[in-house]
């Protein structure tokens, strides 16, 4: 036996957004929202992760208000109809966006600035004592692909996060709900993904819990030769279980029913 691991957390992804890379416009009214987490929660997801800002690359930033605007009644309506045990994210870096996300409902953040657009945000998860995701990313949205380069992405990643997460500690997180998060796609090139899922398990060594959102991203269709996101099911399935193997605890993905079953199978075989 290889001892006990943690069960693999499969977040749903929700974009109330016209915009995003994916899915842009399909959810953005509370009932489509409702019934696509609904569908997320019967296949196995045990988060949604609620945006109202697209992050794809060559975004604009959108105002607070706009943000909340879209993603306030999803919360409130999510956390009415499903089940008290799904975690409910907003994927945000604006701390007022975060507050009253956590006060209709949201038990979550997930912040792709790892709290540098706005400070604030540490103050608000640790009143609020929930986990918070801090994410790497070379630049903005709007610009991260324009020639991103690293001399060592893995150690300039790693040193990254693990500074952003004691910057978090000083402001009053506590250690267990810091999960840190490499950026797959955020600021880099191809073989910057692959290293860094290949090293995903110096990740993992920190002791923090390590989120991957790998879910349909451009790099993989550039090596399966498929320019449409939605058939890249099978090459996120792969990170998936590179993930698991890893000892990764959680997954931020589109397409939930195939994610939980490469999770589940991984982490059975890595039990034995």
Do not use: W
């Amino acid at each position: 036996m290889s001892g006990i691991r943690p069960k693999p957390l499969i977040m749903g992804i929700l974009n109330v957004t016209p915009d995003s890379f994916s899915d842009g416009g399909k959810y953005c009214s509370p009932d489509a929202a409702l019934a696509h987490a609904q569908n997320m929660v019967s296949e196995g997801a045990d988060i949604i992760d609620i945006g109202g800002e697209s992050t794809r690359p060559g975004s604009e930033p959108v105002s607070e208000r706009e943000q909340l605007a879209r993603i306030i009644p999803v919360i409130k309506t999510l956390r009415t109809h499903l089940p008290a045990n799904v975690m409910l994210s907003v994927d945000t870096t604006r701390s007022r966006v975060a507050q009253e996300a956590l006060a209709a409902g949201a038990n979550m953040l997930n912040d792709i600035s790892a709290g540098r657009d706005d400070p604030d945000m540490f103050t608000v998860a640790a009143k609020a004592g929930v986990p918070i995701a801090l994410m790497h990313m070379r630049g903005k949205p709007k610009n991260m692909q324009d020639n991103p380069e690293y001399e060592d992405v893995v150690e300039e990643v790693l040193k990254f996060l693990v500074e952003r997460a004691e910057v978090a500690k000083a402001a009053g997180v506590a250690s267990e709900n810091i999960i840190i998060d490499p950026g797959i796609g955020f600021g880099k090139r191809k073989e910057h993904n692959l290293r860094l899922i290949r090293e995903l398990s110096r990740f993992v060594a920190t002791g923090y819990k390590v989120l991957l959102g790998a879910s349909r991203k451009r790099f993989m269709g550039a090596i399966c030769g498929e320019t449409r996101p939605m058939e890249l099911v099978g090459a996120t399935i792969a990170t998936t279980v590179l993930g698991v193997s890893a000892g990764v605890t959680m997954f931020r993905v589109h397409d939930v029913k195939a994610n939980r079953q490469a999770a589940d199978v991984t982490a059975a075989v890595l039990q034995m």
